[in-house]
């Protein structure tokens, strides 16, 4: 691998941050999509920032807090249908998309630890 954007991983978080946008577009808590905004964003550069980060040891240490924030949308899109009456199909998408890239994630981190995790 050459460059973070050529990692899949990368580009299913990059989409994901685009429809995280879209989906807060008209909520007004701007706390909220301040909120859920970062922590998809934190997903996809964390990714990116491990990517570059020199060693596998490191790439690990970022693709764990990438995680973390994939867990962090994931619990907020419950809210969002909470708080905001937010069509849960369309949260659910997301929902979706982000358990999938958390599932991608862990299998990076399996094959970059050999399969070693802690």
């Known amino acids: 691998m050459k460059r973070f954007e050529d990692l899949r991983v990368w580009q299913d978080a990059h989409k994901m941050v685009k429809d995280v946008y879209f989906l807060t577009d008209t909520i007004k808590d701007w706390s909220f999509n301040d909120q859920i905004r970062r922590a998809a964003i934190s997903v ?49 998408v997301i929902r979706n998309d982000c358990e999938r890239i958390a599932a991608n994630i862990h299998s990076l981190i399996i094959y970059l630890t050999d399969g070693k995790t802690k």
């Open 44 to 92: 996809m550069n964390n990714i990116a920032e491990g990517s570059v980060s020199g060693s596998d040891a490191n790439f690990v240490k970022f693709l764990h807090i990438a995680n973390g924030s994939c867990g962090e949308v994931r619990s907020m899109l419950y809210l969002m249908v909470d708080l905001f009456q937010v069509d849960n199909s369309k949260v659910a």
